[in-house]
C-alpha cells in the first residue's frame, strides 16, 4: 500500500475550496502552518486516549465528535 499523506489531501482541499472565489487566497508555502495545527489536534486526540480526560474542548465540531466518542468508548 502506498504512502498516503492526508494532511496535505485535507490542505489542498481547503485550498481548492478558499481560493476558488479569488476573494481569498491560501498560498501552498502555508501548509507547515496547516500541518502543525493538525498534528496539534492529533497529539490532543492521543493525550484523551491516554488519559480519558479533556481539559478544553476542540473548537472544530469534527474532532470534538472524535474527543467525545473516545471519551465514551473508554467509560465501556
Known sequence: ???RNVCME???RL???VNSDKKSEINKEDYWLFELGFRSAIEE???IADTGNQTR???SPRFQM???R???SRMH
Open 57 to 59: 474542548e476542540f473548537v
Open 66 to 68: 472524535l474527543a467525545d
Open 70 to 72: 473516545i471519551l465514551q
Open 10 to 12: 485535507a490542505f489542498e
Open 1 to 3: 500500500m502506498p504512502d
Open 15 to 17: 485550498c481548492a475550496d
Open 45 to 47: 486526540l492521543l493525550n
